[in-house]
């Protein structure tokens, strides 16, 4: 992660919003699950990307979180200062869009957990004839590559290409949808042609990035706003094993998802208490499907028949 994050006293974040206030004429209110997350932003640019990932919130809904994305000559590239009780974060000499929809996100986690027992999940979630399928991976291992390929296939439908959000429902666990479209990169088309002209006509950003309308791709059938989760795949990159598909146990997978802090950089706390309520979810949602690890380092399309054999798709 290339940004550092401090947790900051209301007193302090309330001297921090007065002194950014004439800095902020964009404000703009979506609704991210349920949650209405507003953005302050003086950036004209970061308020049209925004309101091309999430949806409209009525303006006369009061906001549960809140994002300042602003310039501040006395800080540090990519500063980020969060309140937790107020649940504002300040992102200053941010460049990036996409650590700032990230971290929106996050801000939609933070009141999720506290309050409703819903928890983020940093990964691809798709649904084949009802089955959620979740992957997961470190950045490099593919997670983008393989949704996508496997998204050629008409059955496979899509909520999330990045992250969603989930819980216990019973003897379930239900994923849901985060964001109205979805931020591709323009190296996409080179893995699966299929892509090729949804890339040649996305506005691409400084970093070969684009928001795009995946409907017209896939169809407006294919995007769900739910799913019920049967099978998680971690997906890693290791030339040294010899071992492409591993069956894994609660525990184990467990292990993994711990070891890389759940494969999300953005979490904006991760106290004890936090940490602990993550580790509950965790281990009743690998209860409750099949977990997988499988090693990319093949070809992707000699990777991506593996998965295939992992959802049913041979």
Known sequence: ??????????????KLAEQFRAQTPYEVKSDVYGCCIKLLTEKQSVATRWGQ????????????????VVNGPAEEQNSVYYDPQSKTAFLINFDYYGWIKSLALSVTGDVLEDEHDIYSIHGACLDLNGQG?????QSGAGKTTHTYGLLRRPEVRVVSDDWFFARVYGRDILAYSSEKNFYIRADLA????????LVER????????????????IGKGRILPLTTLTKLIILKRDASDQEFV??????QALAIL???????????????????????????LLERVTAYEVNTTEEPEQSQRRIRDVVGLS
């Open 53 to 68: 990932s999430f949806y409209f919130m009525s303006q006369n809904i009061r906001s549960h979180g809140r994002l300042y």
């Open 190 to 197: 080179k893995i699966w042609s299929e892509f090729d002209w």
């Open 133 to 137: 399928v979740c992957i997961l991976g």
């Open 258 to 284: 711990e070891r890389y802090d759940y494969f999300n950089p953005h979490l904006l706390v991760n106290t004890p208490f936090k940490r602990r309520l993550r580790k509950a979810f965790f281990m009743e």
């Open 202 to 217: 996305a506005e691409l950003d400084g970093e070969g990035r684009a928001i795009v309308d995946l409907r017209l791709a």
């Open 246 to 251: 591993r069956k894994l146990t609660a525990a």
């Open 1 to 14: 992660m290339s940004y550092a994050i401090k947790l900051i006293p209301i007193q302090r974040k309330e």
